[in-house]
T-cell receptor
């Protein structure tokens, strides 16, 4: 049971470089999310996709773009990385069963922008 | 704006004692609350949730209490074990697909 898989686990970028963080889930969940976590802080929502074919901005979308490639995959792109984007990025998918919901998180991608 | 915060950034307890982690929220429209556990180097893991029409919900060794009057919820861990050492986040959802996380409380369990 893979759950939510993120790649890469670690990445160092130079300011201005671009990259795409990959996320895939094998639980057939409709909703997927990208969060960033900074030291000593909670998770902040960057973008989410309620279902295949839709994406919406979260709390901190500036500097990022997303693509919901299919039901399984939800990627996060940094077009021109900035040091302020140094963070740990988590992808999550959401299971909804009636009124119950549960989020499943990936292991995280630790990104450093120098 | 909406916010979810925690009263205590760190909590240190003796193994075997009970732990209580507190959380305050500001959005009175939130109707669903979740506690997550995050171990070092890992993603958050769901522990327990509660809906606003409940005051208390129990799981295995964990209990969540919700006080809507003062917009406060707590996570109680019975007989705390070294494996419980982690950062605990409360999160709220006011409907839709957005979940707002608090800053987290680090729990240290002393052997």
């Amino acid at each position: 049971n893979a759950g939510v898989t993120q790649t890469p686990k670690f990445q160092v970028l130079k300011t201005g470089q671009s990259m795409t963080l990959q996320c895939a889930q094998d639980m057939n969940h409709n909703s997927m999310y990208w969060y960033r976590q900074d030291p000593g802080m909670g998770l902040r929502l960057i973008y989410y996709s309620a279902s295949e074919g839709t994406t919406d901005k979260g709390e901190v979308p500036n500097g990022y773009n997303v693509s919901r490639l299919n039901k399984r995959e939800f990627s996060l792109r940094l077009e021109s990385a900035a040091p302020s984007q140094t963070s740990v990025y988590f992808c999550a998918s959401l299971r909804r069963q009636g009124l119950d919901t549960e989020a499943f998180f990936g292991q995280g991608t630790r990104l450093t922008v120098v | 704006g909406e916010s979810v915060g925690l009263h205590l950034p760190t909590l240190s307890v003796q193994e075997g004692d009970n732990s209580i982690i507190n959380c305050a929220y500001s959005n009175s429209a939130s109707d669903y609350f979740i506690w997550y556990k995050q171990e070092s180097g890992k993603g958050p893991q769901f522990i327990i949730d509660i809906r606003s029409n409940m005051d208390k919900r129990q799981g295995q060794r964990v209990t969540v209490l919700l006080n809507k009057t003062v917009k406060h919820l707590s996570l109680q861990i019975a007989a705390t074990q070294p494996g419980d050492s982690a950062v605990y986040f409360c999160a709220e959802n006011g409907g839709g697909f957005k979940t707002i996380f608090g800053a987290g409380t680090r729990l240290f369990v002393k052997a």
